[in-house]
């Protein structure tokens, strides 16, 4: 058992030069065989294990992952947490989510600086209150926590926003989710690392899947840059690798991989106290503990795996901000950054079995996989575990493209650059 | 950002053109329902080369086929397509 982390541990290490702190996970060779093996070692793919471990015993699984755990996605987002979304599925899924982000720090022993400061969506016109208020009222149905706020409740949250009247986008109101907030990003990835590792899960870095092995049609292994590794059933965790690694299986899945962008700023004194965003303009404006203003947009809109992104995309997203808030215009931009987001055709994630025995998916967040991630891995864990999705993810099933029982929250349709 | 050479116009900065969607899943009007599902809702998405359609939206409006790499962007082909490109 590892040393715990705590007020005491830290007391006891200051008699001993703290020198009795240990590795936070191992880094063993990989074994022959395991009964699970999970392609990605991002936030997704280390919380499906150290569920697999903590709820379902399975505990002889590895995570292999290309480069270092937490480097993809999980690294690469602007931290957001909520369960606002319209459609009941979706809603559901984020909402078992975000209650396990209210206890997660807990649960791992690791400080995940969950922050649940409020996520707003602002509306501009009366179309858009109306579509939030709809919003509002269906997560209410489901016991979920959302209130309409008017501008002056706004202005008392946000004073910087630019609420007058002959404002280029006015601010006719928002749907504000208190319970939504931020988390830090790396800590996610380490901390269910740690955890997962101290259950027995084994987590090989620098070991790139390169095909599967198939008896039939089963998949009984990964062949790897490490060499072959047997299991009884992989799962595939890739985010924006999703459609390359499935492709080795010969699978072709419903996703584009497009590059989504973030940039922070200069830490300055809190001046954004909630997380605002703008589905009509689309920017997402919050402000990390370190107090650098972090924002983004829009995907770029055409397939990429670069991991950058075209700068005019950017500045869509910074002149709708400063529009919105003027105040932001004094900042200087500090870091850019992108990753690979794979964009499903109706904008939900796929989660179950694939149509290769012994192979499972878990793809398709499109730009909002960070939130999902205790849900993601709670789900995927269970569907690993059992062969059967969860019921939170049995509707996020790979058929439900051909069967027409798409979830498509933006009802866009099978255009993800149009998304 | 780079440079697309439009097919009519030369080469253009990229951000007068809109990527529409992969040659592969244009529905084939002849086919079954079950190769227009195909055709709609899956994607080769490969780490290399693809052939995708784009439009010089803000520009000449004309459709083309890109022969495009996902990881460099670099452009190894560009095809005129529409009534114009007709044999």
Same mark, same amino acid.
């Given at each position: 058992?590892? =040393?715990?982390?705590?007020?005491?541990?830290?007391?006891?290490?200051?008699?001993?030069?703290?020198?009795?702190?240990?590795?936070?996970?191992?880094?063993?060779?990989?074994?022959?065989?395991?009964?699970?093996?999970?392609?990605? @070692? @991002?936030?997704?793919?280390?919380?499906?294990?150290? #569920?697999?471990?903590?709820?379902?015993?399975?505990?002889?699984?590895?995570?292999?992952?290309?480069?270092?755990?937490? /480097?993809?996605?999980?690294?690469?987002?602007?931290?957001?947490?909520?369960?606002?979304?319209?459609?009941? $599925?979706?809603?559901?899924?984020?909402?078992?989510?975000?209650?396990?982000?209210?206890?997660?720090? *807990?649960?791992?022993?690791?400080?995940?600086?969950?922050?649940?400061?409020?996520?707003?969506?602002?509306?501009?016109? *009366?179309?858009?209150?109306?579509?939030?208020?709809?919003?509002?009222?269906?997560?209410?149905?489901?016991?979920?926590?959302?209130?309409?706020?008017?501008?002056?409740?706004?202005?008392?949250?946000?004073? %910087?926003?630019?609420?007058?009247? *002959?404002?280029?986008?006015?601010?006719?109101?928002?749907?504000?989710?208190?319970?939504?907030?931020?988390?830090?990003?790396?800590?996610?990835?380490?901390?269910?690392?740690?955890?997962?590792?101290?259950?027995?899960?084994?987590?090989?870095?620098?070991?790139?899947?390169?095909?599967?092995?198939?008896?039939?049609?089963?998949?009984?292994?990964?062949?790897?840059?490490?060499?072959?590794?047997?299991?009884?059933?992989?799962?595939?965790?890739?985010?924006?690798?999703?459609?390359?690694?499935?492709?080795?299986?010969?699978?072709?899945?419903?996703?584009?991989? $497009?590059?989504?962008?973030? %940039?922070?700023?200069?830490?300055?004194?809190?001046?954004?106290?909630?997380?605002?965003?703008?589905?009509?303009?689309?920017?997402?404006?919050?402000?990390?503990?370190?107090?650098?203003?972090?924002?983004? @947009?829009?995907?770029?809109?055409?397939?990429?795996?670069?991991?950058?992104?075209?700068?005019?995309?950017?500045?869509?997203?910074?002149?709708?901000?400063?529009?919105?808030?003027?105040?932001?215009?004094?900042?200087?931009?500090?870091?850019?950054?992108?990753?690979?987001?794979?964009?499903?055709? *109706?904008?939900?994630?796929?989660?179950?079995?694939?149509?290769?025995?012994?192979?499972?998916?878990?793809?398709?967040?499109? #730009?909002?996989?960070?939130?999902?991630?205790?849900?993601?891995?709670?789900?995927?864990?269970?569907?690993?575990?059992?062969?059967?999705?969860?019921?939170?993810?049995?509707?996020?099933?790979?058929?439900?493209?051909?069967?027409?029982?798409?979830?498509?929250?933006?009802?866009?349709?099978?255009?993800?650059?149009?998304? | 950002?780079? $440079?697309?050479?439009?097919?009519?116009? /030369?080469?253009?900065?990229?951000?007068?053109?809109?990527?529409?969607?992969?040659?592969?899943?244009?529905?084939?009007?002849?086919?079954?329902?079950?190769?227009?599902?195909?055709?709609?809702?899956?994607?080769?998405?490969?780490?290399?080369?693809?052939?995708?359609?784009?439009?010089?939206?803000?520009?000449?409006?004309?459709?083309?086929?890109? =022969?495009?790499?996902?990881?460099?962007?670099?452009?190894?082909?560009?095809?005129?397509?529409?009534?114009?490109?007709?044999?």
């Amino acid at each position: 058992m590892k =040393t715990p982390y705590s007020a005491f541990s830290l007391l006891r290490g200051a008699l001993n030069g703290q020198k009795h702190w240990e590795p936070a996970w191992r880094d063993p060779e990989p074994r022959a065989s395991y009964d699970v093996i999970i392609i990605g @070692g @991002g936030g997704h793919g280390l919380a499906t294990a150290y #569920y697999l471990a903590k709820v379902h015993g399975i505990r002889n699984v590895a995570v292999l992952e290309k480069s270092w755990i937490g /480097g993809g996605n999980v690294g690469r987002n602007t931290t957001l947490v909520r369960s606002n979304y319209r459609l009941p $599925q979706l809603h559901n899924f984020f909402e078992f989510g975000l209650k396990l982000w209210h206890g997660l720090s *807990d649960d791992l022993n690791y400080n995940v600086m969950f922050s649940p400061r409020g996520a707003m969506f602002l509306g501009h016109n *009366d179309g858009d209150m109306i579509k939030l208020a709809e919003r509002g009222d269906a997560m209410r149905c489901d016991g979920i926590d959302a209130e309409l706020l008017t501008p002056k409740q706004i202005a008392k949250i946000e004073p %910087l926003l630019d609420l007058s009247r *002959d404002a280029r986008f006015p601010i006719d109101g928002a749907l504000i989710q208190w319970r939504a907030g931020t988390a830090r990003h790396d800590a996610v990835a380490w901390g269910y690392a740690r955890a997962a590792d101290a259950l027995g899960v084994d987590i090989i870095q620098k070991c790139e899947v390169t095909g599967f092995v198939k008896d039939g049609n089963r998949i009984t292994g990964v062949e790897t840059t490490r060499g072959r590794i047997l299991a009884g059933r992989t799962g595939i965790c890739v985010a924006g690798h999703s459609g390359h690694v499935a492709g080795l299986a010969g699978l072709r899945l419903p996703i584009e991989s $497009q590059t989504l962008q973030a %940039l922070v700023t200069e830490g300055v004194k809190p001046m954004v106290q909630s997380v605002i965003m703008s589905q009509s303009l689309h920017f997402y404006v919050s402000q990390s503990d370190k107090g650098g203003i972090v924002m983004g @947009g829009d995907p770029d809109n055409w397939p990429s795996y670069a991991r950058r992104g075209q700068p005019t995309i950017k500045e869509h997203a910074i002149a709708q901000a400063v529009t919105c808030m003027p105040a932001l215009s004094r900042l200087r931009m500090l870091r850019t950054w992108s990753g690979v987001t794979d964009m499903s055709f *109706d904008g939900s994630p796929i989660i179950g079995p694939s149509p290769i025995d012994g192979l499972y998916l878990n793809a398709g967040w499109c #730009y909002g996989g960070f939130k999902a991630t205790p849900a993601s891995g709670w789900t995927y864990a269970h569907t690993l575990a059992t062969g059967k999705p969860h019921e939170l993810n049995a509707p996020f099933s790979l058929e439900r493209f051909m069967t027409g029982a798409t979830i498509d929250e933006t009802s866009v349709g099978p255009f993800p650059n149009h998304r | 950002m780079y $440079q697309i050479t439009c097919p009519h116009c /030369g080469p253009r900065a990229q951000t007068e053109f809109t990527y529409e969607r992969t040659t592969d899943s244009v529905v084939d009007p002849a086919g079954d329902a079950q190769t227009a599902m195909q055709a709609l809702y899956t994607r080769a998405n490969p780490m290399g080369l693809d052939d995708e359609i784009w439009r010089h939206t803000y520009g000449c409006r004309a459709w083309m086929v890109l =022969t495009r790499h996902r990881v460099t962007h670099e452009i190894t082909a560009v095809k005129a397509i529409g009534p114009e490109a007709l044999p």
